[in-house]
């Protein structure tokens, strides 16, 4: 949007200054050439005053006249029958110019080009016989109406020769690249300060709009407390308090329902348990094995009822965002880890190995308790999946600002869809060997990564089975 503000802008300003700029610069150029023809017809027809009063006086000042051009930019050309005409002045070259002067007394003004001008303005003005008192021509004209007669054609029968002047334009296009040169260089520093303008005037336009995004990005994030400031056009003030009052309604039922779901299942924890006694004792007291094996059975879904209470307090918990990220050292936490499930796995015959660069003590940013409910998830689903005498293998590597914490176990796996349903909620895959998932371990494991501004990634490991790998950031060593 911004950009598209600007375009308009500088285009807006563009069209302002052709529409303005173009048209003085084509009235100045018009003006130049009018100017420069004007004034060189007017010297010639003073020098044609001159040829044509034929005394010596007049026919030296002729001379001196046309002498006194510079020769690299005007060149003087007369021809005469009254024998005025001095040595040293070049004959003009016989052309339909000449044949309008001599022979028709007329006046020709030729630019050589219909384009602006050509290399020359050649001005050829034709020389009428004066009296010998300088005031009336044999025609019967006086001097006073010499200036248009000769234009108009009267009076050739009096032409006593024609007076041409050759006039360099260089220096009328020097001064026309002036002209059109300034205004284009005028022209782009106008737009420039309208670009810089038109930067400014955008962004501070959008700024609310800004802002409004920052506060979406946020509550897409999960942070249902962002909140956009009340600024701009009353437009965007009414849609930021719109949104304000929608996010603080949202943060509010999500709040509640947080609040709810830790309270249910902080509430069921202690009848589950009790009831777990219960059938415990129930299994103790009695010899019948239909009873037990009832009994059994029914331990085992108050064993997954557990563990789907335990995991949604865990969600509710990572939900709320009550702790801060901070320096922690994942070589403690997965050695510590590690030591409280390899009893369950040797069990299996399961063995669980760990390799990377975990013994460079490497840093990483977590919430403190995250990382070992993340690895208790992990473990607990590869352990369930891995056959007996199966190996699962913990590997840490380190990139840059990021560390990879990967988990491989060698079980069946998952399809592209089941990977693209693993973190849902109580979604639980067909290829679990067991039947007490709650199916809550990778939701828990994507929410609390997630709000370490980690990622979690399910790809195939090699050989077969699932590859859990974790991205975590960096810290510097020292809680850098």
Known sequence: MIRQLIRSYVLLVAVAIALFTVPVAFTLTDQLREDTGRALTREAKTMAQLLGAGDTASCAALAKMAGAYPADEEEVEVTATNRCAREGLKEPTADAALTEALEHGRSTVDWGSDLIWGDNLVVTVPAFEHSPDGGTRTDGKTGADEGTGADEGTG????????????????????LGQIWGFRAGLAVLVLLAAAIIGVYAARRLTAPLRQLNEMASKMSDGDLTARSPVTGPQETQTLARTLNQAGERLDT??????????DASHQLRTPLTALRLSLDNI???TDDEFVREDVEQATAEVVRMSRLVNGLLVLARAEAKVTAAEPLSLREIIQERLDVWRPA??????????RGSADGRPLVLASPGHLDQVLDN??????EVSPDGATITVSVETRGDEVVLSVLDEGPGMSDAEKSRAFDRFWRGQGLTGKSGSGLGLAVVK????????????KDAPGGGLCVALTLRAARHGGG
């Open 156 to 175: 050739a029968d009096d032409v006593v020769g024609a007076v041409r002047i050759k006039f360099s334009t260089d220096d009328l296009t020097a001064r």
């Open 253 to 262: 039922l999500i709040a509640s329902q947080r609040i709810f779901v830790a």
């Open 283 to 285: 299994a103790d007291g």
């Open 345 to 354: 796995a040797d069990e299996r015959g399961v063995t669980i190995t760990l």
């Open 378 to 383: 992990v473990l607990s689903n590869a352990l």
């Open 447 to 458: 929410q609390l990564v997630t709000d370490d501004n980690g990622t979690v990634a399910l």
